[in-house]
């Protein structure tokens, strides 16, 4: 019977990371389409290329080195070895806990899973660039970004390492649960360090400093890609409680499912009633920011909170994305979907909300864990936005931008049912 029941606690958890993790692969169709529709219809095949080599690259690049740099072992999964359930029974021989406690389950499902939240990590660089960065330079960052950069702040996080030997954060108590942190304010920073060297796009910006309004052209699909994201997000918040085989892990993720779930619609609904209050209309690039802001800040912590604590931290962060978009389009800090808004500034803020439910947590060891993750991201990459420049450039010129980057990059149109011939 214990036999029995240890077989199937395996077999379920790792079904259930498998989900997950097919949950978060599935968010890559909601960056794919939100950024599409975002974008100006000139430039919506660059983006969807974008999407998916990233992706792509990303599961590589993992698999070469990615993993070992955060988890240790050899590269090519080498390391990896599913667990030998007979071996293993042994060790839950006697007890009465119904194997509670432990998280059993494949070794290659744990690299599944793991690898999603990589390109989840790139996807957020993809939209803060978009428009006027050279597909190539964006690919060859995208290289470094997920076998090096993101690998090693995971390391010093989830991987238990410590900061260049000088202290673990582990040991200070921070504390990220899905990632508001490592994968979310990481991948924002990345992308304002590209943004900065970058520059904004043309016409962004007038003479006198005043902003113009460059919108989407496609806004049902970037509804659509929101509510793919929102969906996913059960994925990568539920995934990371790690199993399901026991009760008080089914109630765990049964209470991280319900604080997503209202985490967003909490910062919708605030980000829609603040843009009402500022520009007297529901904006609703507002609107979706503001959701997918709510579902940033609550994945640092969506294990401990009531369902109403969940609410407000998602609202906070709704409120928090409009401050936030409206405040980098005055310092000039072009960003066409809002990225570093939605991920960074939200991402900030769900780390700083964890103490605020989770009494073994401190604004201290949060401050420090953020410190690290933001100083080591955005540095490693500005470095590497400056290689790449001087290299072979990250710009289109001047004319390819006014064209649309579609024909100058990928040679076909998104729509060219509506060009001229």
């Known amino acids: 019977m214990q036999d029995q029941i240890f077989h199937l606690q395996y077999a379920m958890d790792t079904f259930y990371f498998l989900v997950c993790g097919a949950l978060v692969m599935w968010m890559a169709a909601g960056f794919a389409m939100l950024e599409a529709g975002l974008v100006r219809s000139k430039n919506t095949t660059?983006?969807?290329?974008?999407?998916?080599?990233?992706?792509?690259i990303s599961c590589i690049m993992y698999l070469v080195c990615g993993y070992a740099i955060m988890y240790g072992g050899d590269i090519f999964l080498s390391g990896i070895q599913n667990v030998d359930v007979d071996a293993t029974l042994g060790d839950f021989s006697g007890r009465e806990d119904g194997f509670e406690g432990g998280s059993i389950y494949s070794g290659a499902s744990d690299f599944f899973f793991?690898?999603?939240?990589?390109?989840?990590a790139m996807s957020i660089v993809s939209g803060a660039v978009a428009e006027r960065m050279k597909l190539w330079a964006f690919l060859a960052f995208a290289v470094v970004m997920t076998g090096v950069i993101y690998p090693m702040e995971g390391n010093w996080t989830w991987g238990g390492g410590s900061v260049f030997g000088l202290y673990s954060l582990g040991d200070i108590g921070f504390t990220d649960f899905a990632g508001s942190g490592i994968v979310h304010m990481a991948g924002a920073a990345a992308a304002l360090a590209g943004v900065l060297v970058l520059g904004a796009r043309?016409?962004?910006y007038g003479p006198k400093g005043e902003v113009r309004a460059i919108p989407g052209a496609n806004l049902p699909l970037a509804t659509l890609g929101t509510f793919i994201l929102w969906m996913g997000w059960f994925?990568?918040?539920?995934?990371?409680?790690?199993?399901?085989?026991d009760i008080a892990s089914a109630n765990s993720v049964a209470m991280v499912f319900l604080n997503t779930n209202t985490a967003a619609a909490g910062g919708a609904v605030a980000a829609m009633l603040l843009a009402r209050i500022l520009f007297g209309k529901a904006d609703l690039t507002?609107?979706?920011?503001?959701?997918?802001a709510g579902l940033v800040a609550i994945t640092a912590g969506p294990d401990t909170p009531?369902?109403?604590?969940?609410?407000?931290?998602?609202?906070?962060?709704?409120?928090?994305?409009?401050?936030?978009?409206?405040?980098?389009?005055k310092l000039k800090?072009?960003?066409?979907?809002?990225?570093?808004?939605?991920?960074?500034?939200?991402g900030l803020w769900g780390l700083l909300a964890v103490p605020l439910t989770n009494d073994g947590v401190t604004f201290g060891a949060q401050l420090i864990g953020a410190a690290t993750i933001f100083?080591?991201?955005?540095?490693?990459?500005?470095?590497?936005?400056?290689?790449?420049?001087?290299?072979?450039?990250?710009?289109?010129?001047?004319?390819?931008?006014?064209?649309?980057?579609?024909l100058s990059e990928c040679g076909m149109e998104a729509y060219p049912e509506f060009t001229k011939n």
């Open 46 to 56: 660059e983006i969807l290329t974008k999407n998916v080599a990233l992706f792509a």
């Open 114 to 120: 793991q690898v999603v939240f990589v390109a989840t």
């Open 202 to 204: 043309k016409g962004k």
């Open 235 to 245: 994925g990568f918040n539920g995934g990371s409680v790690l199993k399901l085989g």
């Open 286 to 292: 507002m609107l979706l920011n503001g959701a997918l």
């Open 306 to 329: 009531t369902a109403l604590g969940a609410t407000l931290i998602g609202a906070v962060g709704g409120l928090i994305v409009v401050v936030s978009i409206l405040t980098l389009d």
């Open 333 to 346: 800090i072009d960003d066409p979907v809002g990225a570093i808004s939605v991920h960074g500034v939200a």
């Open 375 to 406: 100083t080591w991201v955005f540095g490693t990459s500005l470095v590497v936005w400056f290689v790449i420049k001087a290299v072979i450039g990250i710009r289109v010129t001047e004319e390819e931008e006014y064209e649309g980057v579609d």
